[in-house]
């Protein structure tokens, strides 16, 4: 039979011990693109005296991360992709005619940070995302294909305030919806383009605000601590929002020499499942039967633990490269889920 793609181009850390960056149960383009406030200060907070020196306010941060789920996880059993296949299912059916196989996410994120004072910090944010999903289903002419989204995401303002110890700083942000919330695709639900589900549009839709304290331990050993949660605030035309997220997270960083280190981290996250629900990505008449599981928006969200490795190398006039690697070590989804296997970001700064 012949494979029928479908692709679309348009403008999408409680507590634990080590961690650097966002891990998140499936996540949608807009969650996945998100920048933590600890990565923010990793590259606005230079070591080197050469840095410290520089007289300029100014930092420019470029991040490009990307993230591959495969696989199911209902809690933490395994289930093939024969036991999600399926006829329709409604209320809490486990079996859907549509299964998305393999997800691919992708951001280029570029930041300019502000140094107002000696306590106070503001950046800006705007992600590019791009997301391919792999489908097998059970409609002919569809038995597989696939779903391309890419644009531009929801921008981020955000401040870091340093408490009285230099060890805290305290940050505040509103993530506005500039990603897009109507990205269309030709899915086996009709002919033609219909909405295409949660995980592939490129926005919230809402207005949300993230919020993160950090600790960093100024000596030996050095490790450094944050608290963090993502909250969602109404909802829009489409009759539901984003589950809120919250995060604990640690990381024990060693020099290997003046200017390279190397850390280790783990996060443990926690985030909700999807309130309210877009009742166009559902079929029958009316539309009851969820026609795959990316489109019921109770198989969101879960727990997880992460573990990450890194390298942060400061370099001369500036620069800072930041290298890192993560994968899941514990997954508790609410599912069927599609299971996260890796993800990896590399950024680079420039001190002005």
């Not at 923010?40 to 100014?58: A, C, G, V």
Request: glycine residues 8%.
């Amino acid at each position: 039979m012949k494979i029928k793609p479908a692709v679309i181009t348009a403008n999408s850390s409680l507590i634990c011990f080590f961690a650097a960056s966002y891990c998140l149960a499936q996540s949608t383009p807009s969650e996945f693109a998100q920048m933590s406030f600890q990565e923010l200060l990793n590259q606005s907070i230079y070591d080197t005296e050469e840095q410290q020196n520089q007289t300029s306010p100014w930092t420019l941060n470029y991040q490009y991360k990307t993230a591959k789920f495969e696989g199911y996880l209902d809690g933490t059993k395994s289930l093939s992709f024969d036991d999600v296949l399926g006829p329709p299912s409604s209320g809490s059916g486990k079996t859907f005619p549509v299964v998305p196989t393999t997800i691919t996410q992708t951001a280029h994120i570029f930041t300019a940070g502000y140094q107002l004072n000696e306590q106070w910090q503001g950046y800006i944010s705007v992600p590019y995302i791009q997301q391919k999903t792999d489908h097998i289903a059970l409609k002919p002419g569809y038995e597989t294909f696939n779903i391309e989204t890419d644009g531009f995401g929801d921008a981020v303002i955000s401040a870091s305030y340093t408490l009285n110890s230099e060890s805290w700083v305290l940050s505040l942000g509103v993530s506005l919806p500039t990603g897009s919330i109507d990205e269309q695709g030709d899915t086996p639900r009709d002919t033609g383009n219909q909405q295409v589900p949660y995980t592939m549009q490129l926005g919230s839709g809402t207005y949300d605000f993230p919020v993160e304290l950090s600790y960093q331990n100024s000596s030996e050993p050095n490790l450094s601590f944050n608290a963090s949660a993502t909250i969602r605030t109404g909802t829009y035309d489409r009759d539901y929002r984003l589950g809120n997220n919250y995060s604990l997270s640690g990381r024990y960083k060693v020099d290997l020499s003046s200017r390279l280190q190397s850390y280790a981290g783990l996060t443990l996250q926690y985030s909700d499942s999807i309130h309210g629900q877009d009742d166009s990505l559902l079929l029958g008449d009316p539309p009851t039967l969820y026609p795959a599981s990316i489109t019921n928006p109770d198989l969101y969200g879960g727990k997880k633990i992460n573990a990450a490795f890194g390298l942060l190398w400061n370099m001369t006039k500036g620069y800072q490269l930041n290298i890192e690697l993560g994968r899941p070590i514990y997954q508790n989804l609410n599912g069927p889920q599609p299971k996260e296997e890796w993800r990896s970001s590399f950024y680079i700064s420039k001190l002005l």
